[in-house]
């Protein structure tokens, strides 16, 4: 549908391919933007030659569109576009077998932490959580069945750092397939095929979709082996993102180099603002020089995001700046054009024990912060109000 062969796309710059992907613009009708198929089935005009799409849970050009789009963008073999975040990773884990087993980041998303030990522990796959910033425990996790290592950097809310190179080197002279969670950083900052990871997911629900309108999930498979068997998880399981949300999907898409600039500028303003107030008892962002995984994090990304955790000291205090804001959402999620403040310890990481949270800098006085699009000055004075006491 699109210009040029593949070469020419994948030399163009990153700001060049988000605007000028293979199929966005429809050669049919010269249309700006790709036609919405809304159908279920298609018309088999020769049932015995048969077709490239004959029903859309196995296929459908508008998804294809997004598909496409999302593994040049990673810079990948194949995507593949989900229903949530969440359909997209569970699907990654459907490669394992019963009898497998997989070393995780224990900083991971709380839904993947949900999924392994609620759901694939059920279908004997059984995981170690390790401290991914940590070599050695990642290596010490191995046992004669591990299949597999799931990687998420930075991770949340703590934006810890994983050596993602170091990782991958070490699991590919084990054969373990490694998985990692791009979405805070999304294929803009941080391309982790290219560092040799197999498969990459995201929750497109956050920066790439980028306005809290649509739910989905994106998967990237480094090989034609791994996109075959994506292909068939995906249409076997049937999770597939709906047309209209692909459609939205891409038109956010579209503008995330101009939103991540935007976002990350005002992250690191107001990170820096932050970590200058005597009140606040500590300041997560890679960005900052004090951040213990900067160097290895500039390693591997090429950029810091905006997503900016902070410490109030207390819970009494981070639930009186709750009640006093008044620019961001209170909410859950991230990566939006509004600022949206969310608060871990009843929220993202509600389901996990005091103690452990205590363990991992997850106190009762923490709050993450993703910078929207709102004019940052106004937003530090927003926060500089609800902190006054
Ligand atoms: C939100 C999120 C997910 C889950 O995505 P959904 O679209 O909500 O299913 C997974 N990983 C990370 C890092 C997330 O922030």
């Keep these: 549908m ?18 000028h992907f293979e199929g966005a613009y429809d050669t049919a009708t010269g249309a700006s933007s790709v036609p919405l198929y809304q159908a279920s089935t298609f018309h088999q005009a020769d049932v015995e ?16 569109v997004l598909e496409d789009y999302i593994a040049q963008l990673e810079g990948g073999v194949r995507g593949f576009a989900f229903a949530s975040g969440m359909a997209a990773i569970s699907s990654a884990f459907m490669i394992l077998s019963a009898g497998d087993h997989v070393i995780c980041t224990e900083d991971v998303y709380g839904g993947t932490y949900r999924l392994l030990t609620t759901i694939m522990n059920r279908m004997n796959v059984e995981t170690t959580f390790v401290d991914m910033t940590d070599l050695e425990q990642v290596k ?10 799931f990687i998420e950097t930075p991770s949340n809310p703590t934006l810890r750092i994983t050596d993602i190179g170091a990782v991958v080197q070490w699991a590919k002279q084990h054969e373990l397939l490694t998985m990692l969670d791009n979405t805070f950083m999304t294929p803009y900052h941080q391309r982790p095929i290219e ?46 993102l709906g047309i209209q949300d692909s459609w939205l999907l891409m038109r956010g898409m579209k503008t ?33 020089p004090n951040h213990p995984g900067r160097a ?43 600022s949206i403040l969310s608060y871990p310890p009843l929220m993202s ?13 997850i106190t009762d006085g923490i709050l993450r912060y993703s910078v929207g699009l709102e004019d940052i000055e106004d937003i530090i004075a927003d926060l500089d109000q609800a902190l006054a006491e």
Aim: proline fraction near 3%; aromatic fraction near 6%.
């Design 256 to 288: 995330l180099k101009a939103r991540m600039d935007a976002h990350e500028q005002g992250a690191r303003r107001l990170a820096e603002w932050l970590a200058g107030r005597s009140d606040i008892s500590a300041v997560y962002y890679p960005g900052l």
């Design 296 to 338: 290895i994090h500039e390693k591997q990304s090429k950029g810091y995001g905006a997503v900016v955790s902070f410490d109030v000291g207390s819970g009494k205090r981070a639930k009186r700046l709750m009640d006093k804001v008044t620019i961001p959402l209170v909410a859950v999620s991230l990566g939006a054009v509004e």
């Design 2 to 19: 699109g210009r040029g062969n593949r070469e020419e796309e994948q030399a163009k710059s990153f700001a060049t391919k988000l605007i």
């Design 349 to 361: 990481h509600a389901a996990m024990p005091k103690e452990v949270r205590a363990e991992r800098g």
């Design 195 to 240: 560092l040799g990871v197999d498969i990459v997911l995201h929750s497109a629900t956050k920066f790439l979709g980028g306005h809290s309108d649509v739910l989905g999930g994106l998967a990237v498979v480094a090989s034609e082996e791994l996109g075959r068997r994506m292909k068939a998880i995906q249409n076997g399981m049937g999770n597939v």
């Design 140 to 149: 010490a996790a191995l046992r004669p069945n591990t299949k597999a290592v």
């Design 49 to 64: 030659a048969g077709q490239t799409y004959d029903y859309t849970r196995s296929g459908n050009p508008t998804r294809q």
